[in-house]
């Protein structure tokens, strides 16, 4: 026989394998509960081990759109739905017309709710007796087959559909709809936007208003060229109706299927005559107009471009100014020449002291005491030692041209 530890062990191990199963017990009506109260769509049987879901979707039957509810996870279960507006389509399967559900309806929500009620059956015995809340989109259904139309025709039709027996208007105006389904013929009298507002509307939903706007661009629109050229070579561009014809100096130009055109074209030295002409699709002129543009050349262009900047600006902020196209004029401090380049000291304005070292790739008649304009971009920095050794920085530039 056992000591009497032992049989005091055995009483301890007894009452503590009870507890254990009062607190499973408790946290699992613990757990059913919270799973009733959450809003989720996942459900438990009495059974912890059999855990199955509802899933609630949006779909189209026989041309009408209505929910489907589709329940999985009851192997061998049957499940039994009590709702006279529902229809059983297949095991776990079942759907519902919105409409059946609109009576429900909670007024501070965007949405319209319905409570299912179903029951789980092993053979004849009821092991599950529950409802299903859940909730379908207030807002009545309005589908547009175009929202943003750009067209070059004179007349467009919006087509789309809306729920089954919805009033639609257009504008404030009433539609009529063959089905759920509805068009509305819109003339686009002359380039312009045209904006139409769908309303669709049915008792107990709220109106879903919906906006379409079209757009019938210009027939043809040439984008002005500059009056000077900073290139030799110029793009002509534009957009037209796809039907229509373009030519450029008498050249056909290839106009794209989205209506735009370009063409490149070489100017020669001087005021450049550039003729566009667009024609419709029945060949008759709708738009010429001549254009002058005028190419100076390299040098008259760079001279052009060229920014006026004070010394005092250069010299503040060297960085800022590298690349650009400058110009200075000043008197030539000090020239060193090597044949194939020049390196000078220019005093802008004739000063001695705001001086900026010039640099040009080339020969030229310049010599020092001269007063000259020149032109060209910053390149950054020069450090020399003076013949009285001190340390000297200044400015330099790429002279590209000079007066």
Same mark, same amino acid.
């Given at each position: 026989?056992?000591?009497?530890?032992?049989?005091?062990?055995? @009483?301890?191990?007894?009452?503590?394998?009870? &507890?254990?199963?009062?607190?499973?017990?408790?946290?699992?009506?613990?757990?059913?509960? *919270?799973?009733?109260?959450?809003?989720?769509? *996942?459900?438990?049987?009495?059974?912890?081990?059999?855990?199955?879901?509802?899933?609630?979707? =949006?779909?189209?039957?026989?041309?009408?759109? &209505?929910?489907?509810?589709?329940?999985?996870?009851?192997?061998? $279960?049957? /499940?039994?739905?009590?709702?006279?507006?529902?229809?059983? #389509?297949? =095991?776990?399967?079942?759907?519902?017309?919105?409409?059946?559900?609109?009576?429900?309806?909670?007024?501070?929500?965007?949405?319209?709710?319905?409570? #299912?009620?179903?029951?789980?059956?092993?053979?004849?015995?009821?092991?599950?007796? %529950?409802?299903?809340?859940?909730?379908?989109?207030?807002?009545?259904?309005?589908?547009?087959?175009?929202?943003?139309?750009?067209? @070059?025709?004179?007349?467009?039709?919006?087509?789309?559909?809306?729920?089954?027996?919805?009033?639609?208007?257009?504008?404030?105006?009433?539609?009529?709809?063959?089905?759920?389904?509805?068009?509305?013929?819109?003339?686009?009298?002359?380039?312009?936007?045209?904006?139409?507002?769908?309303?669709?509307?049915?008792?107990?939903?709220?109106?879903?208003?919906?906006?379409?706007?079209?757009?019938?661009?210009? %027939?043809?629109?040439?984008?002005?060229?500059?009056?000077?050229?900073?290139?030799?070579?110029?793009?002509?561009?534009?957009? +037209?109706?796809?039907?229509?014809?373009?030519? /450029?100096?008498?050249?056909?130009?290839?106009?794209?299927?989205?209506?735009? !055109?370009?063409?490149?074209?070489?100017?020669?030295?001087?005021?450049?005559?550039?003729? #566009?002409? /667009?024609?419709?699709?029945?060949?008759?002129?709708?738009?010429?107009?001549?254009?002058?543009?005028?190419? =100076?050349?390299?040098?008259?262009?760079?001279?052009?471009?060229?920014?006026?900047?004070?010394?005092?600006?250069?010299?503040? %902020?060297? $960085?800022?100014?590298?690349?650009?196209?400058?110009?200075?004029?000043?008197?030539?401090?000090?020239?060193?020449?090597?044949?194939?380049?020049?390196? !000078?000291?220019?005093?802008?304005?004739?000063?001695?002291?705001? +001086?900026?070292?010039?640099?040009?790739?080339?020969?030229?008649?310049?010599?020092?005491?001269?007063? #000259?304009?020149?032109?060209?971009?910053?390149?950054?920095?020069?450090?020399?030692?003076?013949?009285?050794?001190?340390?000297?920085?200044?400015?330099?530039?790429?002279?590209?041209?000079?007066?």
């Amino acid at each position: 026989m056992g000591s009497e530890s032992d049989w005091h062990r055995g @009483w301890l191990i007894i009452i503590g394998l009870i &507890v254990s199963l009062a607190t499973v017990a408790l946290l699992g009506d613990a757990f059913l509960q *919270w799973q009733h109260s959450s809003p989720a769509a *996942w459900l438990t049987t009495s059974k912890p081990s059999e855990v199955f879901n509802y899933h609630v979707k =949006e779909t189209v039957l026989d041309g009408e759109r &209505v929910h489907e509810i589709e329940f999985s996870g009851f192997t061998g $279960k049957q /499940i039994v739905v009590e709702h006279p507006a529902i229809e059983k #389509v297949g =095991e776990g399967r079942f759907i519902f017309k919105d409409r059946s559900f609109l009576q429900t309806v909670k007024s501070d929500r965007p949405y319209v709710s319905a409570t #299912v009620p179903y029951k789980v059956l092993s053979g004849t015995e009821t092991v599950r007796a %529950d409802s299903l809340d859940f909730y379908v989109d207030r807002k009545c259904q309005l589908t547009l087959e175009s929202s943003n139309v750009s067209t @070059w025709a004179k007349t467009f039709t919006v087509r789309g559909s809306a729920a089954p027996g919805a009033k639609v208007t257009v504008n404030g105006k009433p539609l009529k709809t063959t089905g759920s389904s509805f068009e509305y013929p819109v003339n686009l009298t002359k380039p312009g936007k045209y904006q139409y507002e769908f309303v669709a509307s049915r008792a107990a939903e709220e109106p879903n208003k919906q906006v379409v706007m079209i757009t019938r661009p210009p %027939d043809y629109s040439v984008d002005e060229p500059p009056k000077y050229a900073d290139t030799n070579l110029i793009t002509f561009s534009g957009t +037209v109706n796809p039907a229509f014809k373009v030519k /450029i100096n008498n050249l056909n130009i290839l106009v794209r299927e989205n209506g735009s !055109f370009d063409h490149d074209l070489s100017l020669e030295e001087g005021k450049n005559k550039v003729l #566009v002409q /667009i024609a419709n699709a029945q060949a008759q002129q709708v738009y010429s107009k001549t254009f002058y543009v005028m190419w =100076e050349g390299v040098e008259k262009t760079y001279k052009r471009q060229a920014q006026t900047i004070s010394y005092q600006q250069l010299k503040k %902020d060297v $960085k800022q100014y590298e690349g650009r196209a400058v110009k200075f004029y000043g008197s030539v401090l000090q020239m060193v020449s090597s044949g194939r380049s020049e390196v !000078f000291r220019l005093g802008v304005g004739g000063s001695v002291t705001n +001086v900026v070292m010039c640099m040009y790739l080339g020969s030229t008649d310049i010599v020092e005491g001269n007063f #000259v304009t020149v032109y060209g971009p910053i390149t950054g920095e020069y450090t020399y030692v003076s013949q009285a050794g001190w340390v000297i920085t200044i400015p330099s530039m790429m002279v590209l041209c000079f007066d």
